[in-house]
């Protein structure tokens, strides 16, 4: 069914109650239900005339039995199902009260971070596994060639120390050999802290410095496996819904997806904007970071349109 064909999605929220020892609870979809037997952060749709804060309330109350107090936003994640569409938006809730129980029948575990990943999970729940795990900001290097190497250098580490924790190291029109040495000398300025580095488009650069690999679209799109080892991130940059279900059809673990505003990168090119990073977002369960003319200030706005956070070159580059 089409886009246009489909009623306007439905608001639901949820919330990512965490105790006292940092553990996250999930509750099991129960028998009867769509996708019955799936894991999810418990919540429930609007009624009407309510808003996010009471609904969630309302829901926890009735679905496990505890008094919530005021969450943090989270995330909102745009999801398109084959007879519906939805906005799961989720709060981080630390503060409640009661005696959790699954008033509805429903199991539910506690669950430490780490290993949210390992259960199964609705699509739309997925993403917001990556929002509490994953990384909000992800530098795209600019071309060393305008630079001293030790400029471009002193750039990278900048940004590990601004808090980054991704950097795509990219170089259109580098010399290889130069290349090669940049990439060697970044990793190990990045080797004592937590930022995760991948390179762009050189599979065998990645595996000689066992770091991630970013695809751009035109490789992507060639690739009709992952053939990467799991451990290491495989990324992609994608433009469209074929691309997006082909990132996650062969197994990359995020993406990047734009451009979202004008930017000097793209002169002329109008940029897709919120609402269509937000038709993106309904396709593919991927942490997607959203790319074009953005900064740290557009966190909060990426968010509520679902994306993981921002990936760019100058705002993340120092000036």
Not at 58 to 79: D, M, N, T, Y
Not at 137 to 156: F, H, I, K, N, Q
């Amino acid at each position: 069914m089409s886009e246009n064909l489909l009623p306007p999605p439905l608001h639901v929220v949820a919330g990512v109650l965490c105790d006292a020892q940092g553990r996250v609870l999930l509750a099991q979809r129960s028998q009867g239900r769509d996708m019955a037997g799936l894991w999810e952060f418990p919540g429930g749709k609007l009624e009407p005339g309510e808003n996010a804060a009471s609904a969630l309330q309302r829901e926890l109350r009735e679905e496990l039995g505890v008094e919530i107090g005021s969450g943090e936003f989270l995330i909102a994640v745009p999801q398109a199902m084959a007879h519906k569409r939805i906005v799961l938006e989720a709060h981080y809730i630390k503060q409640w009260q009661g005696q959790i129980c699954g008033l509805e029948g429903q199991a539910f575990e506690w669950v430490w971070p780490e290993h949210l990943q390992q259960y199964p999970m609705p699509p739309a729940d997925r993403p917001i596994v990556a929002a509490l795990l994953q990384t909000e900001y992800c530098l795209v290097t600019p071309s060393p060639d305008a630079m001293r190497d030790s400029e471009w250098l002193a750039g990278v580490e900048a940004a590990v120390a601004a808090g980054v924790g991704r950097i795509q190291l990219r170089a259109p029109g580098c010399s290889p050999n130069r290349w090669r040495t940049l990439v060697a000398e970044a990793v190990a300025l990045a080797q004592s802290s937590d930022v995760q580095l991948s390179v762009n488009g050189e599979p065998a650069l990645a595996l000689q410095h066992h770091i991630g690999l970013h695809l751009p679209e035109k490789l992507l799109r060639a690739r009709m496996t992952r053939d990467f080892p799991d451990g290491l991130a495989l990324s992609a940059s994608c433009h469209d819904e074929y691309a997006l279900r082909h990132a996650e059809a062969i197994g990359c673990d995020y993406v990047v997806v734009g451009q979202i505003k004008p930017s000097p990168s793209h002169p002329g090119a109008p940029g897709i904007g919120w609402p269509g990073f937000s038709r993106l977002r309904e396709v593919t369960s991927l942490p997607m970071y959203a790319i074009g003319g953005l900064n740290r200030r557009d966190l909060i706005q990426a968010r509520r349109h679902g994306a993981q956070g921002i990936a760019a070159i100058r705002a993340f580059w120092p000036q």
